[in-house]
Nanobody
Framework: QVQLVESGGGLVQAGDSLRLSCAASGRTFSMYAMGWFRQAPGKEREFVSGISRSGGSTVYADSVKGRFTISRDNAKNTVYLQMNNLKPEDTAVYYC????????????????????WGQGTQVTVSS
């Protein structure tokens, strides 16, 4: 079992940057593929980005490609989401998620493949 705690959200202006962090408990962090999802008011939770167990493979939603970067530090049990050139449409609660992965290169992209979730952190981008 793993517990996830996100941090780094806040209120910023369009064009600004934020870095979200997600700290995981437990000694088996490297066994989990990690992902970031977001949910805006009145909308369904959507995939933002995912990273493989090793960190060597990443996937991004088209809406954030080129602006967001996901990374992980297995020694620190932490996954990050660097968000640059933020837009008002990026406003949402951002959730970190962990999913058991059979190998080191698979990136999980669907909600159902993630078994553990953080409590979320609010990101608000003003225009």
């Amino acid at each position: 079992q793993v517990q996830l705690v996100e941090s780094g959200g806040g209120l910023v202006q369009a064009g600004d940057s934020l870095r979200l962090s997600c700290a995981a408990s437990g000694r088996t962090f490297s066994m989990y593929a990690m992902g970031w999802f977001r949910q805006a008011p009145g909308k369904e939770r959507e995939f933002v980005s995912g990273i493989s167990r090793s960190g060597g493979s990443t996937v991004y939603a088209d809406s954030v490609k080129g602006r967001f970067t996901i990374s992980r530090d297995n020694a620190k049990n932490t996954v990050y989401l660097q968000m640059n050139n933020l837009k008002p449409e990026d406003t949402a609660v951002y959730y970190c998620a962990a999913g058991l992965s059979p190998n080191t290169i698979v990136v999980l992209t669907t909600i159902g493949t993630y078994g553990y979730w953080g409590q979320g952190t609010q990101v608000t981008v003003s225009s």
